[in-house]
């Protein structure tokens, strides 16, 4: 079992940067492939970026891709998501989970932590 905690979000201006960290713990960090959840206002969530257990490999969804890079640092026990050039429709919670599997469904992760909140807005 693994927890997670998010920080990191809070409020950004369109076109700039935000980075968001997951610390994890209680068990073996690079054991697991780590995700990065948004839950936008009014719909579900929805995966952003996956990175595979060595941080060899990463994933995004199209509409992020170029301009968010997800992470790791087995070291650290921490997964990073920088988002560069944040758009409005960016906005939202953003949750990290811990999962056995290369994917970007949500139900594929068994562990999640509490969520950070991401507002962007000039």
């Known amino acids: 079992q693994v927890q997670l905690v998010e920080s990191g979000g809070g409020l950004v201006q369109p076109g700039r940067s935000l980075r968001l960290s997951c610390a994890a713990s209680?068990?073996?960090?690079?054991?697991?492939?780590m995700g990065w959840f948004l839950q936008a206002p009014g719909k579900e969530r929805e995966g952003v970026a996956y990175?595979?257990?060595?941080?060899?490999?990463?994933y995004y969804v199209n509409s992020m891709r170029g301009r968010f890079t997800i992470s790791r640092d087995n070291t650290k026990n921490t997964v990073f998501l920088q988002m560069n050039n944040v758009k409005p429709e960016d906005a939202g919670l953003y949750y990290c989970a811990a999962g056995q599997n290369n994917a970007m469904s949500a139900a594929k992760y068994s562990y999640w932590g509490q969520g950070t909140q991401v507002t962007v807005s000039a």
């Open positions: 990175v595979t257990r060595n941080g060899a490999m990463t």
């Open positions: 209680g068990s073996t960090f690079e054991q697991y492939v």
